[in-house]
């Protein structure tokens, strides 16, 4: 760490624990993260989702429905949510960040968590919060000397159970079934699974026990914390125990939007993951409905299954007393598409693929359970929870506070950016726009029925150079 930068945080510290002489008076931070989480919940207007608990909190708090993730793919989005900064496309971004952190020359900002831990906070992060479960790299990612995030955590866990290291969990079904590597037919495993079974039976269960027991470890501390707990699924395999699929069966789900291939150029993504890298036995949801259904109903299985392990959470910051002073923010670090637009994963930059769910919930905030329809970013986050927690918020995050839309759900947000390796997106209350690095564009506008069925971008030249202006304005943070 280059001096002046560790005299900067020193420093940092030093006045926030000298403030009032105790840090346990600083609210405390509860980070939840779930993996591949479209805003698939009843709290969020799909009625046939079973998720009361995420219900409740979105119910205590602000639920933000128009919250966009910055890039869709894991490694890249985790990056934006625990930097605070844009930057590169790719799973392994936060992992060439930790190499750049071992340059003697290298002056690289703190993450959201090191900012907290070196303002007084214990950090502690359960699951998977950073691309990889538990945070480290290595040979079936389980090198603890190879950190994802350095400085970032006083602790980091992982439990691996029956599926033995942290890359088994990340893709594994009932009693400790791992995903082959490779995509070869016999390198396999089935794309989702209902079994009879204990929650820990799967391997979500295994990360929710963890998360309670640091929970009640720091609720009893006179240090305020801040503790990260990251649910796997519904990521694939969509696996989950047999009692979350029965309230599912026979359920009439309504009909996939736009489940057509876009016959012009876009960021469409031929799902190669789910295609390619599963059992199917044949059948294909792009044109087999009752089998696209049946999908679609083992990914709310799943949704379910984590809803639950999250109320058991909650119900365990209330059960402390702790709730009175922890803020709650549930994220979901980027969507998925279910069959919109005939694809079924993410990568690409349409709505399905950027648009997740962030709930925010503080003691005392005003107009709880109203929601805001501001468009706002995973950036922002970072700067929100210094402002909630009365820390400096840094000038190297390139979000906005949150703060004006949690005092009133009416404020107006701002315009929101995403990106892949081939193109970029703005996001505005009204239109999206893309911008290809070859130079073509996409226009929709989301007041239109067709929204993103019809590219408009050749019926209005100027509005396009409006967009394009503000989206190479924003670009411009780019890492």
């Not at 950190?147 to 980091?156: G, K, N, S």
């Amino acid at each position: 760490m280059p001096i002046a930068f560790a005299l900067l945080l020193f420093s940092i510290y030093s006045q926030s624990a000298r403030a009032d002489g105790h840090e346990s008076t600083k609210k405390n931070i509860l980070l939840i993260c779930v993996d591949d989480l479209r805003p698939e919940l009843k709290s969020f207007g799909v009625d046939y989702i079973h998720s009361p608990n995420i219900d409740r909190l979105a119910a205590s708090g602000r639920a933000f429905h128009n919250h966009y993730v910055n890039a869709p793919t894991c490694g890249a989005s985790r990056y934006t949510m625990l930097t605070g900064q844009y930057g590169p496309y790719g799973n392994q971004s936060l992992f060439d960040r930790a190499e750049k952190l071992d340059s003697p020359d290298a002056s690289i900002p703190a993450s959201m968590p090191e900012w907290f831990r070196v303002n007084g906070y214990k950090t502690v992060s359960v699951g998977k919060v950073s691309h990889h479960p538990g945070g480290w790299g290595g040979e079936d990612w389980y090198d603890h000397n190879i950190l994802e995030m350095p400085r970032a955590w006083d602790r980091q866990l992982m439990p691996t159970g029956r599926w033995k290291h942290p890359r088994g969990a990340m893709h594994s079904l009932i009693h400790g079934e791992i995903k082959p590597i490779g995509s070869f037919s016999e390198n396999k495993m089935e794309v989702m699974q209902s079994a009879e079974g204990e929650d820990t039976d799967y391997h979500d269960g295994l990360i929710a026990d963890a998360g309670l027991e640091q929970l009640e470890n720091l609720v009893e501390s006179h240090t305020p914390f801040f503790l990260a707990i990251g649910f796997i699924k519904p990521h694939l395999p969509f696996g989950s125990p047999k009692r979350y699929m029965d309230p599912y069966e026979g359920v009439e789900l309504p009909p996939i939007p736009h489940p057509e291939k876009p016959d012009w150029q876009s960021t469409w993504h031929a799902s190669g993951e789910f295609m390619n890298q599963y059992f199917h036995h044949g059948q294909d949801p792009r044109k087999d409905k009752d089998y696209a259904d049946k999908v679609r109903r083992h990914y709310a299985a799943c949704v379910s299954y984590v809803d639950h392990h999250v109320g058991e959470i909650l119900a365990k910051l209330k059960e402390t007393g702790r709730d009175k002073d922890t803020i709650v923010v549930l994220w979901g670090d980027h969507g998925w598409h279910l069959g919109e637009h005939g694809i079924w994963g993410k990568h690409c930059l349409f709505e399905e693929a950027l648009r997740s769910p962030l709930i925010i919930s503080s003691p005392g905030m005003k107009e709880p359970g109203t929601k805001s329809n501001a468009v706002v970013e995973t950036v922002d986050l970072f700067p929100t929870l210094c402002e909630l927690t009365g820390l400096e918020q840094p000038d190297f995050a390139h979000g906005t506070s949150l703060l004006p839309q949690i005092e009133n759900p009416n404020a107006k947000g701002h315009t929101a950016l995403a990106y892949t390796g081939r193109a970029q997106t703005l996001r505005t209350d009204r239109y999206r726009f893309v911008l290809h690095k070859d130079g073509y564009v996409e226009l929709y506008d989301h007041i239109s029925p067709k929204r993103e069925t019809q590219n408009l971008a050749g019926e209005n030249p100027a509005l396009v150079e409006e967009l394009k202006e503000i989206l190479l304005t924003k670009t411009s943070k780019l890492n």
